[in-house]
């Protein structure tokens, strides 16, 4: 006697994505809003928040359902974040106020966002990947055992109203788009400067829903003791930077790099590179521009000697102005910069700087002469 289960049966080929999508329960089905967590720390909201809301009062539109900002923080410390989510879009925002809030931790963080989702229930979550985005998102998706996409470059509604989350995948080298089928709320987190922050509106207003709730100090096992900033950090700025150059392997070698630098320098922009310079030693991993470093939205950014591999793509593809110098007429960088000089970037860089280094002396000159 056979007592084994029977195999499951394989899925059929062509299955699609609509046949893993299940009726929700019925408990499920009352989940309704975009959600967007304000992510304010020591009194700074960071930018990503507000790009978020811009993401989702796209969703929020689609989906013909409010959008809501989620503001967590000490007694009387949220009072300008709360104003700010509405002027940059928010129809709603939920506000909790407690001494426990004052410095960002996992374990009263995640109490507080888990409580407010099971009481309002949202049917989509965002969060910014940040450090502090991505600590608590994985926590909070954890307690609410629903699913979680990180580091999304995109957010959309499918047609039948769930949302699409897309990211990249195998390394970088591919974009899939991933599904919450039958749990809520859908979570995501979306990396800082992928999308455009949105026009701000002073004196736009909301409804406010504030929201108590008990976080005995003793019941919380971390303590934070003292904050001490790092004084010495000469971190980049280069998320946010105005005009960004960046160097590749088509440097050639580390000494070669120091033309991407000097360029930067005449310009007052922020310099990086590819993944592979940091590999080598060239560069530091803050200034790594791409998929697994940092996401660009500047002005103008010049790429020199960078092949524009999917990973490097997607960390870039946000700026307005892309200059792109690369020996290879083929190389997949030309395909979405909007200037291109098929050159070798150590003799291109050098000519740019001293022109650049011209015509902004005589411009200060003329300036100055006025």
Sequence with gaps: MNDKAPAPAAPAAGGTRASAKKELPD????????????????????????????????????????LCGVVLGPPGG???????????????????????????????????????VNKFQPEILLLGATNLGRDLAGSVATTLLTGLTADCTELAVDADGSLAATRPTFGGSLLCTIYTLNYRPQMATMRPRVAAVPVYVPGRTGKIIRHEVSLPEEDIITKILAFLPDATSNKSNLSYADVVVAGGLGMQNGDNFQLV??????LGAEWGGSRPLVQKGWITSDRQIGQTGKTIRPRLYISAGISGAIQHRVGVEGADLIVAINTDKNAPIFDFAHVGIIADATKVLPALTESFRRRLAAASTLSAAE
């Design 78 to 116: 949220t009072e300008k974040a709360v104003a700010d989510c509405f002027g940059y879009g928010a129809d709603v925002c939920y506000v909790v106020e407690h001494e426990a809030l004052s410095e960002y931790r996992n374990e009263p963080y995640t109490v507080v966002a888990t409580e407010l």
């Design 27 to 66: 408990h499920l089905k009352s989940y309704k809003h975009v959600w967007v967590l304000v992510e304010l720390e020591r009194g700074v909201v960071h930018p990503v928040s507000w790009e978020l809301m811009g993401e989702g009062r796209k969703l929020a539109d689609q989906l013909k359902v409010d």
């Design 261 to 266: 630098r000097n360029l930067a320098s005449v």
